[in-house]
């Protein structure tokens, strides 16, 4: 039987773009209707390069951007019929689209709930005006909460908001009030990013400027036990560094497929990444570049690389660490090596950060806060630095989007 596989669809347009995001996008919403051609070409391009994908069910469908919920229904509607031109999507597929607040209506949201989403992932960020305006966001505190009133509507039982903590100058005050905001609307799932200043972004100039003085990383630790605390304390259990689920039907199957390092994903869209049989590859990150590419009848793909063994420990360590754990018997299947004998993973569970249960090495809530240093430990230990097949991929599924 064909292994279930995943897909991810980049939609490279934003209304307006905030200050802190480097993920790719454009602010030029006309050319969105030829994207979509070019969208759809791009998959019978992949699907005629690659037959072995055809047939495959789809277990997870994740739009992500960029702006997905810009896309009209009739836009979806095309995307999805061409996805089920290749692939069956299985009966209890998590079919996922990330939303701005400031984009949407009910009978916006009705038509995708129609055409088979099943679960929304609202932007929100913070519930500040202040905060808001500071990232730029196009919506304000009161469009977020009628966005996710207008989600429950129009028929959804999956719905996930995104905030950012660790603003420059952020007030525990502030945060706690956002966190309050937050739980009151009782969403089934919180992802909960500490921002982030990417090079290239204009915050990031604003800092080089010295206009913008970055948190202290003890203040953001700070900060970030109060998300702990509060959105535990709310019913959600932490079940990765910036996720957050009220049940576990309720976390994010994509992404957690994206953690477990070892399933495959197809990739669609100008930035998007995709990992098929043990070969990460990336496509070019400029919608004119795509374009042109995808005229030629050439696949968008700027790189791809086979990883090593030594590649793949790296991923493994990285991604399963900070989610649901290390399963210790494949790690050692895989790589010979019995995490449990490393002097430093012992250090870390007498210091209460790793705790082994149930066949997994996982991070203790303390751990979760020092999880980057751990694997950097485990990883220095080997003398083999992450490469830039993990950093991009680390970068395009922890930020916030939407
Ligand atoms: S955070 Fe979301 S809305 Fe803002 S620029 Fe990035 S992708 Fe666009």
Redesign the pocket.
């Known amino acids: 039987m064909m292994p279930p596989l995943s897909v991810y669809l980049h939609i490279p347009f934003?209304e307006r773009?905030?200050i802190y995001?480097d993920?790719y996008?454009i602010e030029n919403l006309a050319l969105r209707e030829d994207f979509v051609d070019l969208l759809l070409a791009e998959i019978d391009l992949k699907l005629r390069s690659n037959p072995a994908l055809e047939g495959r069910a789809l277990q997870t469908i994740f739009f992500g951007?960029?702006?997905p919920s810009l896309l009209t229904p009739q836009e979806l509607e095309r995307i999805i019929g061409k996805l089920q031109q290749y692939f069956s999507i299985a009966a209890d597929c998590e079919f996922t689209l990330e939303c701005?607040p400031g984009t949407v209506s009910l009978d916006k949201l009705k038509a995708y709930r129609s055409l088979g989403v099943n679960r929304l992932s609202f932007?929100v960020q913070s519930f500040d005006a202040r905060e808001l305006e500071f990232l730029g966001r196009i919506h304000d505190a009161k469009q977020a909460k009628e966005a996710i009133a207008l989600a429950r509507q129009a028929g959804f039982d999956n719905v996930s908001l995104d905030l950012i903590f660790a603003l420059p100058d952020q007030e525990e005050s502030v945060l706690r009030r956002t966190l309050d905001e937050a739980i009151k609307l009782e969403t089934d799932h919180i992802s909960a990013y500490n921002l982030i200043v990417e090079r290239g972004t204009p915050l990031y100039r604003l800092v080089q400027l010295g206009k913008v003085i970055e948190l202290d990383a003890d203040r953001a630790a700070a900060l970030f036990d109060i998300v702990q605390d509060r959105l535990s304390e709310a019913g959600f259990a932490q079940y990765e560094i910036s996720n957050y689920a009220k049940s576990s039907e309720k976390r994010a199957k994509h992404n957690l497929v994206y953690w477990d390092g070892h399933k495959d994903y197809v990739s669609f869209g100008p930035s998007a990444h995709e990992f098929i049989d043990g070969v990460r590859a990336w496509n070019i990150s400029s919608l004119e570049e795509y374009s042109k590419m995808i005229r030629a009848g050439k696949l968008p793909i700027i790189n791809s690389e086979r990883l090593t063994p030594e590649d793949r420990r790296t991923e493994i360590l990285y991604l399963q660490l900070r989610s649901t754990g290390i399963r210790l018997k494949d790690f050692e299947s895989d790589f010979s090596e019995d995490l449990l004998k490393n002097q430093d993973v012992q250090w870390f569970m007498e210091d209460g950060m790793l705790v082994s249960e149930e066949g997994l090495l996982k991070l203790t809530q303390k751990g979760y806060r020092f999880c980057d240093g751990i694997v950097t430990r485990l990883l220095r230990e080997r003398e083999h630095t992450p490469t830039e097949i993990v950093l991009p991929l680390l970068q395009r599924q922890y930020g916030?989007?939407?």
């Open positions: 934003c773009k905030c995001c993920f996008s951007g960029g702006t701005n932007g916030a989007a939407a």
